[in-house]
Structures are given as C-alpha cells and as structure tokens.
C-alpha cells in the first residue's frame, strides 16, 4: 500500500512535468502527507491543471463521505472489476507528484515497525497513477478527492513492503491523462515505468505521528 508520501519540489520542477501545465494551487514544501489531508493533483479538465483533490476516493454514488477514509489505495489488479473504480480508470485518471513516499517494514521481534523512505534513484519528481471523482453532498457541498493505484514492489525494495504505488514514466504522463485513450493501452501504462531503481532509508518513527510534517521526517534515522 501507499500511506504517507513527500512533495518538496520547486514550482519550476512541477511546471516541467507535462506542457501547459496550470498551476491552480498554492505550493508548499510537504514532507508528512497522510489519508484524509488535500493532496496535489494533476487532472484534464478544460485544460491540464494541477489542482487540490483529499486523499481518500468518495465515489460519486457513495452515500456519505466516511467511505473515503477507506478508499486511500486501488489495487492494480482489479481496477476493472471494482465498482469503485471501473468508470473511472475510463475517464477520471490523475498523476500525484512525489518526491518520494514512506513504507513500514516489519522487524522480527521489534516492538515498532521501521519506516523507510524510499525515492526513484535521479527524479526529483515522480507521477503516481491516481484516480479521481467529484461528490456531492446532500447539503449541495462539492468534494473532489483521489485514491493512488498500487501494484506488487519491485524485487529490489519488496523487503520493506510487498506493495508499492505505480509510477507513470514520464513518457507516458500526457498519454495516461487523455480521456480518450482505450481501456487496453491504459492499462498496459501502469507497466511502463523505466526507472525501476530505487533510493531507500530508515527514518524516524516521528513520520507516525500525520500532524508532524517536517524536513526532518525525510533524514536518515
């Protein structure tokens, strides 16, 4: 699974991932973010913007919000078989910039789990493969939120945690965003990652805590 991630990059660097990228948020260095708090997202609307979406997919037929504090992660594999998420990976698929993100490795005979941080080995920034939708409450209150798409880990960091979140190479960035694109080459994109090597670390237990989000929580502990 996916459950905390890091976005420090510079505007320059997020303007720089797909052409004609609009910025519609304010952009700040982010080093802790967790389930339920806004995330950046780049979405095609009327043009390729990046925007704010809450962590946590609210289908549009849900009956109420909570069922987001549920939907964080959308398995790869079942993406077409998930009522959750069938329509969407059709027409409502997003990228998530990253600097890196966090996973738990389990210590034999440990009392805590380990939390590593992990980023791909010369990109600043990564796309995770997100997908999104729009919800309306019953007191007429819109909220757009996303849930990130993971896959098996790749055999060099599958010793920290058997899943990862999938990466859209940026080749494919343009491609995965465009709502025209048939089911068949959508999928195949969630393969299509090149740069499989990876950069891994110990951190503090301190990333446990979701209201702590400080440059320390990406140093080595």
Not at 99 to 127: D, F, L
Not at 149 to 161: L, Q
Request: aromatic residues 10%; contains cysteine; hydrophobic residues 40%.
């Amino acid at each position: 699974m996916c459950g905390r991630f890091a976005l420090s990059a510079k505007t320059g660097d997020i303007e720089n991932l797909l052409p004609e990228l609009k910025i519609n948020a304010k952009l700040i260095a982010r080093y802790n973010i967790a389930p339920s708090q806004n995330i950046y997202a780049i979405i095609q609307a009327e043009q390729t913007e990046l925007t704010e979406l809450r962590w946590g997919l609210i289908p549009s037929w849900a009956k109420d919000e909570s069922i987001g504090n549920r939907i964080i992660n959308a398995r790869s594999e079942t993406l077409t078989e998930k009522p959750a998420f069938r329509n969407l990976i059709k027409r409502k698929r997003c990228l998530v910039p990253a600097s890196g993100y966090y996973e738990w490795r389990k210590i034999s005979g440990g009392k805590h789990k380990q939390p590593y941080y992990i980023m791909a080995k010369n990109e600043s920034v990564i796309t995770f493969a997100a997908l999104w939708d729009e919800w309306h409450s019953p007191n007429g209150q819109i909220i757009r939120s996303a849930t990130l798409i993971t896959s098996p880990a790749t055999e060099e960091i599958a010793f920290i945690h058997h899943r990862m979140p999938v990466i859209i190479d940026k080749n494919f960035r343009e491609s995965w965003l465009n709502k025209n694109l048939p089911l068949s080459e959508v999928m195949e994109l969630l393969k299509k990652y090149e740069n499989k090597k990876f950069e891994y670390y110990p951190v503090s237990i301190a990333v446990n805590n979701p209201a702590f989000d400080d440059i320390k929580c990406i140093e080595k502990a």
